[in-house]
């Protein structure tokens, strides 16, 4: 049986965070049953509030304050076959920032494709080793404005782009419609916060450390209103909040041989324009 990923269903993951960790309109308390007696010895034994929001946004708070972070993330998520069939595909990334003007991302996917997002305060770039094929695009204004317009102009895919903006808190607050906390847990022994929110069209759950680093160390989404509400999932790892960083990480200089090609998007504008460019980049794999 031949399987599709459905572009469809990775392209709504651009801004993952961006349409589901939002703002915090409303927040109860997620219970299962248990034991009263366990009910008290959990309380008990929560060293910080338990308020979803306050949790939330000062996870936010610390990523969006940070001037330079790494953190490698595993992700996965649901391709929704014809048959209705889910099959799971997944990669691995690498994100380094340095605020203002420093984003570097390296992926490889399941089936070993690997692409590289530079940024370094003027021109975003895109890279494909397997092809020696990159596309570019100018774009001064620092990290934020490079993501928005790398989403929103270019079209392209950023899984949980938000997460590395200064603008993470305010979407955090203006978007979320439901906030639930579910419990205090662990993740690969360290304790965690366990919460659950809701948006318009997806719902989630996060994972937040304790202590005086509130970070992300696991994020689920589920498309409720996606046929066959299809899930992405992300574990995080070895966050450093002191990486060594040199400006030629953001840079790019094309390998030798390396064709340059034009962003899907910017196909219309260069066709009224009358130019002449090889094969597109940028859709969805």
């Known amino acids: 049986m031949k399987t ?14 961006l349409a589901i960790i939002a703002g915090c309109a409303e927040e109860r308390a997620a219970t299962r049953p248990e034991p009263a007696a366990a009910q008290t010895s959990a309380r008990q034994a929560v060293a910080e509030p338990t308020e979803p929001k306050s949790i939330l946004m000062r996870m936010a708070e610390f990523l969006a304050k940070s001037p330079r972070f790494s953190v490698n993330l595993r992700d996965n998520y649901d391709a929704v076959q014809a048959s209705g069939q889910k099959i799971e595909f997944g990669e691995t990334r690498k994100v380094t920032v340095s605020r203002p003007n420093g984003l570097r991302v390296e992926s490889e996917h399941s089936d070993g494709e ?34 928005m317009y790398f989403l929103r102009d270019l079209h392209m895919r950023l899984p949980l782009a938000m997460l590395l903006t200064s603008r993470f808190p ?50 689920v989404l589920t498309y409720k209103n996606a046929e066959g509400q299809p899930q992405f ?10 990486p060594e960083i040199q400006d030629a990480q953001f840079a790019f200089t094309p390998p030798e041989g390396a064709q340059r090609i034009a962003f899907l998007a910017q196909l219309p504008k260069i066709a009224l324009q009358g130019t002449t460019t090889p094969e597109p980049t940028g859709g969805q794999k």
């Open 4 to 17: 599709t990923r459905h572009p469809e269903i990775r392209a709504v993951l651009c801004g993952a965070f």
């Open 233 to 242: 999932r992300a574990q995080f790892a070895d966050w450093n909040f002191s």
């Open 114 to 147: 690997k692409h590289l997002v530079l940024y370094d305060g003027k021109d975003i770039t895109v890279f494909t080793p397997s092809q020696n094929v990159y596309a570019q695009a100018a774009k001064p204004g620092g990290i934020d404005a490079a993501i």
């Open 170 to 219: 305010a979407e955090l607050e203006r978007r979320t419609q439901a906030l639930d906390y579910v419990e205090r847990t662990a993740i690969d022994g360290a304790p965690v916060h366990h919460l659950a929110g809701r948006t318009e069209t997806v719902d989630y759950q996060v994972w937040i450390a304790e202590g005086a680093q509130p970070l992300p160390l696991r994020v």
